[in-house]
């Protein structure tokens, strides 16, 4: 059941299915993008020799179980991981009991033996396992198989979560999606976030423009996060503009017409279609077939660039998503634009603390 953009910022526990855009065959390192979000990998990750069936028999003799955590240079989502998460006492405890972690780069080219034995590369495994974001994580059970993967960035909260679904192998009895409905972090807000762009229906079955899905909850401090600090901005608004943009709770009984003209309760459409976590956008074209989705916590300007990846159709000539951010940063600073709007670092600088 293997499933997908955290690149990063809204969240979340991804389901095990394989995402609508496909690795390149050959990708290459994204290059750096800014200048401050270097960091190390923790010291406490494995000392791997990079053959994972070794690793998984060794975490599985102890009762643990194997994480590969997929990362790139200069990526400030990994970099939240680290240092906003993994510094936790409670989630570093929870790891040093439950999990052995391996960290792959995404555009690495060392050596890998895969968890079938077979030799291999990072970015050869990265790509198999439809890696399209870092930070990646994916769990693996006793016998090699993925049974959860967070997807960009998620909250501390969102993380503890996760970790206590994969550790008391709750995934054996019981979906991620149960699980999350009778676990939901503890939360403060008990409205849905409003903006000027949704639009007020529940339809996703008109055609003639892409169309643009928020799936959110009520008590969702990372939704509010969202809206507050990237879906304010106007330049992020504008992007919306092309869109048919839809806003759903993802708990409710709301009836939703899907893209094929089913009428559904939204719980279910979220089921149906693998939303765990909230806030994700997932992103349609016009005929309402699925092109990419975000589930962790984006900035404005990866917001805006998915956004455009869609509307402008760039998705048809260029399949990898990470490419394309290479790509329109390069052109940013080339035309000096870079600075010359709002931007979330601007509005919510304690994000960037």
Known sequence: ??????????????????????????????????????????????????????????????NKHLVIFFWQDFCSYCKDTIERNLTQQSIRDVFDQHFDVVALNIWGDKEVYGLDGEATTEKEIAREL?????????????????????????????MQVALNYVKTKTYESQSIFEYLAANQ????????????????????????????????????????????????LDAVRERFEPFHTVQIDMWSRTPVTTPSGTVKAARDYARDINVLYAPSLILFD???????????????????????????????????????????????????????????RDICPELYD
């Open 185 to 232: 972090p503890r939360v403060v807000n008990a409205s849905l976030n409003t903006q000027p762009f949704i639009q007020n229906d529940t339809n996703l079955s008109t055609k003639g423009k892409p169309k643009a899905v928020l799936f959110e909850q009520t008590n969702c401090p990372d939704c509010d996060t969202f809206h507050r600090c990237v879906l304010s």
């Open 1 to 62: 059941m293997l499933r997908t953009i955290i690149i990063c910022c809204f969240i979340v526990l991804s389901s095990l299915t394989s995402p609508t855009i496909q690795s390149a065959e050959n990708p290459e390192p994204v290059q750096q993008v800014t200048n401050f979000d270097s960091f190390e990998l923790p010291p406490w990750f494995k000392a791997s020799f990079l053959d994972l069936s070794e690793d998984n028999l060794e975490a599985t003799d102890v």
């Open 286 to 344: 016009a005929d309402g077939t699925e092109i990419i989705r975000v589930e962790s916590q984006l900035r404005s300007f990866h917001t805006e660039a998915v956004l455009e990846y869609i509307a402008q159709d760039i998705y048809q000539r260029e399949p990898n998503f990470q490419r394309y951010i290479e790509e329109r940063g390069d052109i940013i600073r080339a035309k000096g634009e870079q600075g010359k709007t709002l931007s979330t």
């Open 130 to 158: 439809d890696v399209q974001f870092t930070p990646t994580i994916i769990f693996f059970s006793a016998d090699g198989k993925p049974v959860l993967r967070l997807n960009g960035y998620v909250s501390p909260n969102e």
